[in-house]
C-alpha cells in the first residue's frame, strides 16, 4: 500500500510540473518578447487585454542637453541677471515670465529702468529699441549663451514667452531644462 501511494504521489509531482513546464512554453510561444517576464498583460478599463513592456534595467543612454557657452563679448551682467532669476524662479510656471525677467535684469543693472511692454512677444523689440541690446542669428535655444534673452511668439492674443538662458536650461518664473515648445522669435544680448 505504501509503494502504491508514494508511486501516486512521485506520478502526481511530475504531472504537475510537466504541466507547468507546458504552460510557460506555450506562453513564450504567445509572447512576442523572448523571456517569461519581460511582458506585463492587464485588462484596460475597457476590458480589452494590453500588455505593457517591464523595464527591469536604468536606461544608460539618457537625454543630455548641452550646456551653454559663456561668451565674453556679452555684459557680464546678463549672466548675474540669470542667476538671479535662477534664484528667485518657482518650480511651475505662474504665467508671469516676462515680470520675473524684467525684475532681473533690473536687479543685476542691465538696464537702467524696468521695462514697460506688456507682452512677452514684445520684449525683445523693446529691448533692443530702448536699452541697447541686438538680435542674434541664433535659431536654436541651445546656442543661445549664458544670459541671453529668449523671447517667444504666441497666438493672436496670447502673450507670448521670454526667458533667460542659464548654463544648464532656462529660467523665467520657472526653472527647465529645455526651452519653451514655442516659436523663437529672437536671441537678445548686450555688448
Given at each position: 500500500?505504501r509503494k502504491i501511494l508514494s508511486l501516486s504521489v512521485v506520478g502526481a509531482f511530475c504531472m504537475a510540473v510537466f504541466a507547468?513546464?507546458?504552460?510557460?512554453?506555450?506562453?513564450?510561444?504567445?509572447?512576442?518578447?523572448?523571456?517569461?517576464?519581460?511582458?506585463?498583460?492587464?485588462?484596460?478599463?475597457?476590458?480589452?487585454?494590453?500588455?505593457?513592456?517591464?523595464?527591469?534595467?536604468?536606461?544608460?543612454?539618457?537625454?543630455?542637453?548641452?550646456?551653454?557657452?559663456?561668451?565674453?563679448?556679452?555684459?557680464?551682467?546678463?549672466?548675474?541677471?540669470?542667476?538671479?532669476?535662477?534664484?528667485?524662479?518657482?518650480?511651475?510656471?505662474?504665467?508671469?515670465?516676462?515680470?520675473?525677467?524684467?525684475?532681473?535684469?533690473?536687479?543685476?543693472?542691465?538696464?537702467?529702468?524696468r521695462p514697460k511692454s506688456e507682452f512677452a512677444k514684445d520684449a525683445g523689440q523693446e529691448l533692443v529699441s530702448s536699452y541697447?541690446?541686438?538680435?542674434?542669428?541664433?535659431?536654436?535655444?541651445?546656442?543661445?549663451?549664458?544670459?541671453?534673452?529668449?523671447?517667444?511668439?504666441?497666438r493672436r492674443r496670447a502673450a507670448g514667452h521670454v526667458e533667460l538662458r542659464t548654463k544648464d536650461g532656462f529660467v523665467s518664473?520657472?526653472?527647465?531644462?529645455?526651452?519653451?515648445?514655442?516659436?523663437?522669435?529672437?536671441?537678445?544680448?548686450?555688448?
Amino acid at each position: 500500500m505504501r509503494k502504491i501511494l508514494s508511486l501516486s504521489v512521485v506520478g502526481a509531482f511530475c504531472m504537475a510540473v510537466f504541466a507547468t513546464q507546458s504552460q510557460a512554453a506555450d506562453l513564450k510561444k504567445d509572447s512576442k518578447s523572448t523571456s517569461l517576464f519581460k511582458t506585463f498583460f492587464f485588462k484596460d478599463a475597457s476590458g480589452s487585454e494590453k500588455s505593457a513592456e517591464i523595464v527591469t534595467k536604468y536606461q544608460p543612454g539618457k537625454i543630455v542637453y548641452p550646456v551653454a557657452k559663456i561668451d565674453p563679448s556679452i555684459d557680464p551682467k546678463l549672466r548675474r541677471a540669470a542667476t538671479i532669476a535662477e534664484e528667485r524662479a518657482r518650480a511651475h510656471s505662474r504665467s508671469r515670465c516676462w515680470h520675473y525677467v524684467k525684475e532681473a535684469l533690473v536687479a543685476a543693472g542691465v538696464v537702467s529702468s524696468r521695462p514697460k511692454s506688456e507682452f512677452a512677444k514684445d520684449a525683445g523689440q523693446e529691448l533692443v529699441s530702448s536699452y541697447g541690446f541686438k538680435k542674434l542669428a541664433v535659431r536654436d535655444p541651445f546656442k543661445a549663451p549664458v544670459g541671453s534673452v529668449l523671447v517667444y511668439g504666441a497666438r493672436r492674443r496670447a502673450a507670448g514667452h521670454v526667458e533667460l538662458r542659464t548654463k544648464d536650461g532656462f529660467v523665467s518664473d520657472f526653472r527647465s531644462k529645455i526651452p519653451s515648445h514655442r516659436p523663437l522669435l529672437g536671441v537678445y544680448v548686450k555688448s
